[in-house]
């Protein structure tokens, strides 16, 4: 993953004085040609068409040709295909903020200069400002500020004025036999809800190079302990589901009456409840009589011009995202997609003010966090003692808990980050589990990997403390026949059966064969 970096690392310095050289220019005319550029955006239906438009409207308009190669790729994954190679990798990409510190260190993003940082500061939410800078330095544009999350809700199961209780709406459920769908157990993103609640804190420090340097962090705290407790009353009951279907849960089979997600969802959530569609900020819980507000992450998605050899091009790249990020596109995408804009003035609309998800999102985000920079292993390390919560009986289970999560958050900035990791089922999803390192051997990565009979079994190779998503099914070049065709949104391999098998990643060829072996 490094070879090609650093190949071209000088010109990536260079390239980044030369953006900045253009930004500070004091003509608003883009110079005349024809460009050819690749846009990665969401790979939701009608993202791509409408970007297309967009893009066509924004040349038309400037009086130049952009041939625009548009694909679709998920704003979680895109960046994990950036830093595989910058130099193969799209020339503008949308992506979630938590993968800035990545990008910039991977010289990813192009630095924004200081005329177009005071145009992107003073047209977009302050928050959404700060989630696109490492330090003082602005490197991308903001996209949407709703990259958080609430509650929908079935108006038909869940009582108006027991929205803001927790046991009541659980209460609700379990009269109704409808389930409760919240993925704290295995989304550390979900799970941090309760903590933020009672006031604990995961706050990573990163120096200028986006390289992470200290952590402080309460969960092992008293705090900790009774955010395990508020957990526990949905963990143990009979309501709770930890489904990953989102809203779809609505019209599954057991259906539930509640479900925790965000904006995305939307469309799923009206289709399946109708008339009884409700949305509302997370309830309240209470614990030895005094109650907490659940919170949550809040966060934006952002785009991201790449560093170019080509001074002209960037000009162009740099105008096209400053257009693509604007009110007016904004806006558009709020109309046909629901999204809920970072930009100031499209926030000000009537029609996103009346948009019932969005004025929950806003509701929630009174008590939200932030989502600054974190460190990839945390999204593991977090789910280890809410999984801990749903059997423990006692506050020194919980607090053995705790303690275990503040040891391997310590342990952190001890990670051999060479070579790569079998992340998976079969490790409880840990990319910091030495027992599953690939033992190497020039390009050549390998092990012997038993997958046991459950539910899911399947994972990916990943680089330690990181969840990349180039490294699965997609690149599978023998044993397929072992494997599901389908890898899912993050490229898992899923074996068919359980056994033992040999799995070989060559680096220099991105390959993988798969053996079974007995």
């Given amino acids: 993953m490094t070879k090609k970096l650093s190949l071209i690392s000088l010109v990536l310095a260079l390239v980044m004085v030369l953006g900045v050289l253009v930004s500070c220019g004091n003509s608003n005319k883009l110079p005349e040609g024809t460009y050819n550029i690749t846009v990665w955006v969401s790979e939701v239906q009608g993202v791509k068409e409408l970007t297309e438009q967009q893009i066509a409207r924004f040349a ?13 790729i998920s704003e979680g994954d895109s960046a994990t295909h950036m830093i595989t190679s910058v130099e193969d990798g799209a020339d503008i990409f949308c992506f979630a903020q938590d993968q800035l510190a990545r990008l910039v260190q991977a010289g990813a993003l192009a630095k924004l200069g200081v005329k177009a940082g005071e145009e992107i500061t003073n047209a977009n939410s302050a928050g959404s400002v700060a989630a696109s800078k490492v330090g003082d330095a602005l490197y991308c544009y903001p996209m949407t500020d709703d990259n958080g999350y609430f509650m929908f809700y079935d108006k038909s199961v869940i009582k108006e004025e027991h929205l803001n209780s927790l046991e009541d709406i659980i209460a609700d459920c379990e009269a109704a036999n409808k389930n409760f769908s919240f993925q704290i157990k295995t989304s550390a993103w979900y799970a941090a809800s309760f903590f933020f609640a009672t006031g604990c804190v995961s706050e990573w420090t ?9 952590v402080n962090d309460t ?12 957990m526990q009353k949905l963990l143990k009951s009979k309501a709770y ?34 008339e009884n569609y409700g949305v509302a900020k997370l309830p309240s819980f209470t614990v030895d009589g005094k109650t907490y507000q659940l919170a949550s992450f809040s966060g934006c998605k952002l785009m991201g011009v790449k560093p170019q050899t080509d001074a002209n091009k960037a000009a162009v790249l740099q105008a096209l995202a400053t257009y693509l990020t604007g009110k007016e596109c904004q806006l558009e995408r709020f109309e046909q997609f629901g999204w809920g804009p970072s930009n100031k003035e499209a ?35 977090a789910k280890s003692p809410v999984v801990a ?3 423990a009986t006692t506050d020194e289970q919980l607090k053995a808990a705790l303690k275990d999560y503040e040891d391997a958050i310590k342990g952190v900035f001890n990670i051999d980050t060479t070579g790569y990791i079998l992340v998976g089922a079969w490790n409880g999803w840990s990319n910091t589990d030495g027992n599953f390192k690939m033992s190497k051997n020039g390009d050549v990565y390998t092990f012997e990997l038993t997958v046991e009979e459950s539910e899911y079994m399947g994972g990916r190779i990943v680089c330690p ?7 699965g099914l997609a690149q599978v070049t023998s044993g397929t026949e072992l494997l599901s065709e389908d890898g899912g949104t993050d490229n898992n391999m899923v074996f068919l059966a359980p056994g033992t098998y040999k799995v070989t990643f060559d680096e220099s060829t991105m390959s993988i064969t798969v053996e079974k072996l007995g």
């Fill in 206 to 214: 990163t120096d200028a190079d986006g390289n992470y340097t200290d």
């Fill in 465 to 471: 403390g990181e969840w990349d998503t180039d490294k």
């Fill in 219 to 230: 969960f092992n705290s008293d705090a900790g302990v009774i955010a395990l407790k508020g």
């Fill in 241 to 274: 589901t930890e489904s990953e279907a989102g809203t779809a849960d609505f019209s599954a089979a057991i259906p539930s009456a509640v479900v925790v997600s965000g904006t995305w969802d939307v469309n799923t959530a009206k289709e399946a409840l109708g």
């Fill in 389 to 391: 919560a749903q059997t």
């Fill in 60 to 72: 038309a308009d400037n009086g130049i040709t952009i041939n625009a190669t548009v694909e679709g």
């Fill in 347 to 381: 926030q000000a609309s009537d029609a996103v003010k009346a948009d019932a998800a969005l004025v929950a999102l806003s509701e929630q985000n009174v008590y939200a966090i932030p989502q600054g920079q974190i460190h990839g292993s945390w999204w593991s390390i």
